[in-house]
């Protein structure tokens, strides 16, 4: 008992913590006034960002997507601190026949979405330049490259503690009555389940316990 009782405590803590850094973010980042506090928030479970540039941007319509997170050109022949990302949001989405401006989906689905985001590019950091360079060939080429990275970056959100976010946003997707089938699918190929989710959040959990 008293170890769950400290693991709360740690997520209070780590609560506490968020609130007071995304106050805070570096000057690094570019964000639309309208989605500041959204993008800060999920910046705050990601302190390892904090000092590499990422730049979020409204497109017209993204080909597939709502949100796209890609270095840019220069930064595959970057060393990691050098390098510099985009984050591409839709200027709105369908559901059903109605089109919404994605600026005004509630806060913590929007904030979810950008975690997601923001874990492709803990992935890229990951990665050297030849093996970034490698990733982006196989991004175009492979689709099960695809549902490789896009369950990694699932991974990476939910490693720093974005879980409750993550899954708002899948529910608002794959149980919203009036979003198609078509885009439904794709989220159920292409990310982890709700279900892979919280096995991941298990098993990282009771790592913390033992520690």
């Known amino acids: ?9 740690m997520k209070l803590i780590l ?4 609130l007071t850094i995304s106050s805070f973010m570096s000057a690094q980042h570019i964000i639309p006034d309208s989605i ?19 730049e979020f941007r409204f497109k017209k319509t993204i080909k597939k997507s709502t949100m796209q997170a890609r270095p840019r050109f220069g930064s595959f022949f970057r060393s990691k601190k050098n390098r510099k990302y985009v984050i591409l949001i839709s200027e709105t989405f369908k559901i059903s026949d109605t089109t919404f401006r994605t600026r005004d989906i509630p806060f913590d689905i929007f904030t979810g979405w950008i975690g997601h985001e923001l874990g492709h590019i803990m992935d890229y950091q990951d990665r050297n330049k030849l093996n970034l360079i490698w990733f982006g060939i196989k991004y175009l080429l492979s689709d099960n490259h695809i549902i490789e990275a896009e369950r990694a970056a699932d991974g990476f959100a939910v490693s720093h503690g974005m879980e409750d976010y993550i899954l708002k946003t899948k529910d608002f997707i794959l149980n919203h009555a009036d979003i198609t089938e078509t885009y439904k699918n794709r989220i159920k190929k292409y990310y982890l389940s709700p279900e892979e989710i919280m096995e991941l959040v298990q098993t990282r959990d009771s790592l913390l316990i033992k520690d």
């Not at 008992?1 to 405590?9: P, Q, S, T």
């Open 36 to 54: 500041t506090k959204q993008v800060n928030t999920a910046l705050a479970y990601y302190p390892q960002l904090e000092t590499i540039h990422i």
């Open 1 to 9: 008992m008293k170890k769950y009782l400290n693991l709360g405590v």
């Open 15 to 18: 609560h506490v913590l968020i």
